[in-house]
């Protein structure tokens, strides 16, 4: 058994089809909100996929009022990730205290195994979870599915502006979304931009071409609606249904360009959208960094758009 593709420390291709990830620290679900203001529940959304899910509620045991949901998936280029990692549990555990909000914590099926579009449908599939859940789960009796909001880091930020277009298509009615709230969103095109054309990116272009190659549907290339944002097939009035959208960009993040391209597009279509830039912070920062500053501000910055719509 041979490699037949490498990033070194992100992922290895064998020539068998077997994947070997690389192994992050994670954290175990809790119940037990006493040193942190949150609870946490991992949950089944589809057993059959699988897709799971981990739910965070914050601890407001005098409060029955209803609370807006963030619905967050993971980075990791499509191929890597998971809700599990300490980054993203801390991150948003932190976050349902801060925007006193639940969230959802989605875990997709992962490429090269699962192409996409398979991470749209294991996300959409949340939403519909979600829908069907709210009167039977008691984690989410508090759930407002009137305020439901999308959300992710690079790959995962790809995803809440994909989900927002089937939610869109589809018509999908039991659950309002309210804003999209893309962190560093990847996405690409076959024609280079100015930074990828750049002798100093040439390692960044080099794993990016990597992981669209291992991710994207066989015989597509970058042209493929999932990575260009520009291709998306939606008429002029469902543009004109899609939800707010704040584009949070860091200053030294190899995707800010695209990230900023990605927000004078939707202003073009005529979509409320904002850009909010992290200066002196890299790609992910709050992931590597949950308890940091710029992580808190983040934080911030994304609980007073929620609770502005």
Known sequence: M????????????????SVKRPERETSPASEDSSSTGYKSKDVIIDSTKPISGRIFVPDTPASSSLLPVLVYFHGG????????????????????????????????????????????????????????????????????????FLSGDSAGGNIAHNIAIRAIQKGCDEVKIKGVLP???????????????????????GLTDLIW????????????????????ELSRDEWGRFPAVV?????????????????????????DVKLVEAEGEQHVYHVFHPKSEATRLLQKQMSEFIHSL
């Open 77 to 148: 280029g499509f191929c890597i990730g998971t809700a599990t990692w300490l980054g993203y549990h801390t991150f948003l555990g932190d976050f349902a205290v801060a925007a006193q909000s639940i969230v959802l914590s989605v875990d997709y099926r992962l490429a090269p195994e699962h192409r996409l579009p398979t991470a749209y449908d294991d996300c959409y599939c949340s939403l519909e979870w979600l829908s069907k859940q709210v009167s039977s789960e008691p984690w989410l009796q508090r759930a407002d599915l009137s305020r439901v």
């Open 247 to 271: 584009v949070y960009v860091a200053s030294l993040d190899f995707c800010k360009e695209r990230g900023v391209m990605y927000a004078g597009f939707l202003e073009k279509k005529g979509v």
């Open 213 to 232: 190659k291992l991710s994207l549907p066989e015989g597509s290339n970058r042209d493929y609606f999932g990575c260009n944002f520009e291709k998306a």
């Open 2 to 17: 041979s490699m037949v593709a490498e990033e070194p420390g992100v992922i290895q291709i064998f020539s068998d089809g």
């Open 183 to 205: 962190i560093h969103p990847y996405f690409g095109s076959e024609e280079r931009i100015d930074k990828e054309k750049a002798s100093e990116s040439a390692k960044d272009v």
